[in-house]
């Protein structure tokens, strides 16, 4: 799987969070304190005064982000004084792109470049079968225990060059943010991050007899317009090229097209037998065959055409 690494921008934020509950919430719970916050904790530390922007990336697919890393400063306080750390997390990768290297990429990268600023040691807490292969040793090794004095194997450090430990002896300190989360506020932000964020996960939402359909109208429109890019816009499945191109969405009985007006116009006379709006074509459930589907087709072929149209009417910027 062939990925980019790079720092994340401002318009990715929701993007990660989305991905960060789906990684979470797929997963098996980690522990008591495994408590589905983890999209809200990502929401609250871009804010917070320990974050560190210089490491704070994601993983991009085909331009597309699947995964990203976040991490905060930190500090050991002990009786010999005080040793500033780094702590990351969450570590989130979208589930179906999971066990293919994405999290191990942005975690050694990122670790490599903190160790080129200058930062001593990173300390997580994080599974003990996972981590030791980026060299963490569980933190008891160094005389570190978390802020309370406990130790246990799921927290672990990582001095980023020899030596970065020796002398370091006493209690993690976090930011305040990692205690400070709200559970309504987290269950609030979840309830709108499990809207589906693919065409795909859209797709898997609808009833099991709907899918199939929605999965061949997919299609067809993929073929008809083979450029466009899918995503999800206004909450539905959308196509687009510069501009939306053409929409579908789900109902109860029916699944409808939004092709906009242009298309609207130009195919009136075939759409005399269907139940019509300004912009959507209603397509009913029980009805639906090859005709439709060849429709569907045509009209996302001139959806396509007069994008393509608009494009080349357009001036291109002079040369300077």
């Known amino acids: 799987m062939e990925t980019t690494l790079r720092l994340e921008k401002k318009s990715d934020w929701k993007t990660v969070e989305q991905i960060t509950y789906r990684a979470f919430h797929d997963a098996p719970p980690a522990g008591a304190n495994d408590d589905g916050m983890e999209a809200l904790l990502a929401r609250k530390l871009r804010s917070c005064a320990a974050f560190v922007p210089k490491l704070d990336y994601v993983a991009e697919l085909n331009g597309s982000v699947i995964g990203s890393i976040m991490y905060t400063r930190s500090k050991v306080a002990g009786d010999g004084g005080e040793w500033e750390t780094l702590t990351f997390g969450p570590v989130?990768?979208?589930?179906?792109?999971?066990?293919?290297?994405?999290?191990?990429?942005?975690?050694?990268?990122?670790?490599?470049?903190?160790?080129?600023?200058?930062?001593?040691?990173?300390?997580?807490?994080?599974?003990?079968?996972?981590?030791?292969?980026?060299?963490?040793?569980?933190?008891?090794?160094?005389g570190i225990t978390t802020a309370?004095?406990?130790?246990?194997?799921?927290?672990?450090?990582?001095?980023?060059?020899?030596?970065?430990?020796?002398?370091?002896?006493?209690?993690?300190?976090?930011?305040?943010?990692?205690?400070?989360l709200n559970k309504?506020?987290?269950?609030?932000?979840?309830?709108?991050?499990?809207?589906?964020?693919?065409?795909?996960?859209?797709?898997d939402a609808q009833p099991l007899a709907v899918q199939p359909i929605l999965r061949r109208v997919r299609g067809a429109i993929q073929s008809a317009a083979p450029e466009a890019i899918e995503k999800i816009s206004w909450q539905m499945p959308t196509f687009w090229r510069g501009h939306n191109l053409i929409h579908f969405a789900a109902q109860k009985k029916h699944f409808g097209i939004y092709p906009g007006t242009e298309a609207m116009t130009r195919f009136a006379s075939r759409l005399e037998k269907y139940k019509t709006s300004k912009g959507a074509i209603q397509f009913p459930y029980q009805t639906f065959g090859d005709e439709q589907l060849a429709l569907i087709s045509e009209i996302a072929a001139c959806c396509s055409a007069t994008i393509s149209s608009i494009s080349s009417r357009t001036p291109s910027s002079p040369v300077r």
């Open 184 to 203: 309504a506020e987290s269950d609030a932000l979840n309830a709108t991050l499990a809207e589906p964020m693919d065409i795909d996960e859209y797709i």
């Open 92 to 142: 989130s990768v979208l589930p179906k792109y999971q066990r293919g290297g994405v999290g191990s990429a942005l975690i050694r990268q990122t670790l490599e470049i903190a160790r080129e600023l200058g930062y001593r040691a990173v300390l997580i807490f994080g599974h003990e079968s996972y981590y030791p292969r980026f060299g963490f040793r569980p933190a008891s090794e160094f």
């Open 148 to 180: 309370d004095g406990e130790n246990f194997p799921a927290f672990m450090a990582l001095p980023l060059y020899d030596g970065a430990l020796d002398g370091v002896c006493g209690r993690l300190i976090c930011d305040e943010v990692y205690f400070a």
